[in-house]
């Protein structure tokens, strides 16, 4: 019987797991399948791991991984990743405005033969800012990268197994799951549902995040920014081609431009305009390269990309860091000690 995997991010979450473990428990039943349910607490401050720990006693195939600080939902979520088991892996928020009723939905459509099957979002009922900017950034991300990548899909989504052993694979640390899931290709669809408002407590994901995750997914998948400097540089020296041209015929034809009140005068205003506006063009070009070679920078360390703190229905992991550790180093001793 085919194994499915739901991997469950939770990052301060105490208000809303009651629900989440009722309704998922349900929904699953439903499935006639086997399953597991990883939970991954990226370093909560509430009461969010007892919890986990405590419907880990009630039911074995709720499996929780507790991280040693808070890394960030896109790193929970390749944790999850990491350490699911199944034939097919869903992952889903844990706030339920992703319905788990909609699971079966996305299964039907990998029984079909599909490998990555995404649910895109027909309705959202979130801030009427947050849907502009959400709106605006997926067609901007479609426009700027090679990839198809999907309008309006969040995280919500089915992976195969084989797509699944992809990503695990990939060793970058500035990851855009939905990037990522769209350059592995294999077969893809999508299926479309409403999302709901969030079942309780606050949102967690603050403007601040969705503005990282958006630069990572932007910067990660394509040199388009790079290219937009380039055009800055080619504007402003067009700009101040024609601003040197505009100002010699001035001197030339200075009757002329007085009679239509363009009358040459003190430079003092132009240069200082000037000077702004070609600064302020270097710094966005500057911005720009700084954000790639940050990246850059973040690549070469090497470091892993999760710290496990403790794991329970697991089993003993096989590392407390991303990846199996090589025997003697400085991982595996972290491991062996863990």
Known sequence: MPKISVIIP????EAVLPQLFQRLSAVAATWAMDYEIVCVDDGSRDRTWEMLKLQNGKDSRWRCLSFARNFGHQVAVSA?????????????DADLQDPP??????LAQWREGFEVVFATRKQRKDPLLKRMLAWGFYRLLQKMTPLPMA??????CLLDKKVVAVMNALPERS???????TWCGFRQTSVEFDRAERAAGVPQY?????FKLAM???????AAPLRLATYFGLWASGFAFFGVLFTLLQKIFAGQFAKIGLAPGAGFPTIVISVLFLGGVQLICLGILGEYIGRIYNEVKGRPL????????????DSFIRGKPESGSAAAKIAEEG
């Open 80 to 92: 999850g990743l990491y350490h699911a088991a199944g034939d097919a892996v869903v992952i889903i």
């Open 151 to 156: 309008r309006d899909a969040g995280d919500f």
């Open 216 to 222: 990572d997914g932007l910067f990660s998948f394509s």
């Open 206 to 210: 603050t403007f601040q995040k969705s």
């Open 10 to 13: 939770c990052y301060n979450e």
């Open 101 to 106: 009723e909609e699971i079966a939905r996305l």
């Open 175 to 181: 990851r855009y799951l939905r990037g990522l899931r």
């Open 306 to 317: 999760w710290v496990l703190r403790e794991s329970v229905g697991l089993g003993a992991p």
